[in-house]
């Protein structure tokens, strides 16, 4: 059963009137962090009255910033962050919109039309469904808070930075006076490569590593 002024399409959460989630977070992010989202809250800090200020608290839970008994999730401290905004709202949209994640994993990349389309699939409703309208609505607001790439590299700058710390170089035996007498030394280096693409970065470093430690001259 759909309920405009809730928060149900098939579990996708939307707002009866979506530019009250714009109003929500931007306050969210300049008001101080509250023990828990009550409707004082809602309705004193947030400043959204009435039966519209009813529904953010649900709203919220849905997507992942307010914990069941009304306390604010790690999602909604970061999002507070500006430099883990993105991310943190790019996992609210996975988890809130799971049904659709299900679907399309790149249904965030979709344009409006691809993505009602997606939402009346899932939902199974007919096209011109008003909380379908709304739940793309109200998904388009979120979106312009998420940035799903920066998700992505830092992803996977932790994960190339954690290989490279694991990778070290062995030399070749020293070269030295003392190997006359057979003693031969090695070296270990560990190096903690630069997040970077750029070819040119690993040529120089690897070149100079050669020109100055590799060298085989005596």
Same mark, same amino acid.
């Given at each position: 059963?759909?309920?405009?002024?809730?928060?149900?399409?098939?579990?996708?959460?939307?707002?009866?009137?979506?530019?009250?989630?714009?109003?929500?977070?931007?306050?969210?992010?300049?008001?101080?962090?509250?023990?828990?989202?009550?409707?004082?809250?809602? *309705?004193?800090?947030?400043?959204?009255?009435?039966?519209?200020?009813?529904?953010?608290?649900?709203?919220?839970?849905?997507?992942?910033?307010?914990?069941?008994?009304?306390?604010?999730?790690?999602?909604?401290?970061?999002?507070?962050?500006?430099?883990?905004?993105?991310?943190?709202?790019?996992?609210?949209?996975?988890?809130?919109?799971?049904?659709?994640?299900?679907?399309?994993?790149?249904?965030?990349?979709?344009?409006?039309?691809?993505?009602?389309?997606?939402?009346?699939?899932?939902?199974?409703?007919?096209?011109?469904?008003?909380?379908?309208?709304?739940?793309?609505?109200?998904?388009?607001?979120?979106?312009?808070?998420?940035?799903?790439?920066?998700?992505?590299?830092?992803?996977?700058?932790?994960?190339?930075?954690?290989?490279?710390?694991?990778?070290?170089?062995?030399?070749?035996?020293?070269?030295?006076?003392?190997?006359?007498?057979?003693?031969?030394?090695?070296?270990?280096? *560990?190096?903690?490569?630069?997040?970077?693409?750029?070819?040119?970065?690993?040529?120089?470093?690897?070149?100079?590593?050669?020109?100055?430690?590799?060298?085989?001259?005596?």
């Amino acid at each position: 059963m759909f309920t405009l002024a809730g928060v149900d399409l098939a579990n996708l959460p939307y707002m009866a009137s979506p530019g009250t989630v714009k109003s929500a977070l931007e306050k969210i992010k300049s008001a101080a962090t509250p023990p828990r989202v009550t409707t004082d809250f809602v *309705n004193t800090v947030l400043q959204i009255k009435g039966g519209t200020g009813g529904t953010v608290t649900p709203f919220l839970k849905k997507i992942g910033f307010v914990a069941s008994d009304g306390t604010p999730t790690e999602i909604y401290k970061r999002f507070r962050n500006p430099d883990s905004a993105g991310h943190a709202m790019a996992d609210a949209i996975r988890l809130g919109y799971r049904e659709l994640l299900k679907a399309n994993e790149y249904f965030y990349r979709l344009d409006d039309k691809g993505l009602l389309a997606l939402i009346v699939q899932v939902t199974g409703v007919e096209t011109e469904n008003r909380p379908a309208a709304l739940t793309l609505s109200t998904l388009k607001i979120l979106k312009s808070y998420a940035d799903f790439d920066a998700d992505i590299m830092y992803s996977d700058d932790r994960a190339s930075n954690a290989d490279v710390s694991r990778q070290s170089m062995a030399l070749p035996a020293a070269h030295t006076a003392d190997a006359k007498l057979g003693l031969n030394l090695s070296y270990t280096i *560990n190096l903690n490569l630069p997040a970077t693409t750029d070819q040119a970065v690993f040529n120089a470093i690897f070149r100079s590593l050669k020109e100055h430690l590799l060298s085989n001259d005596e």
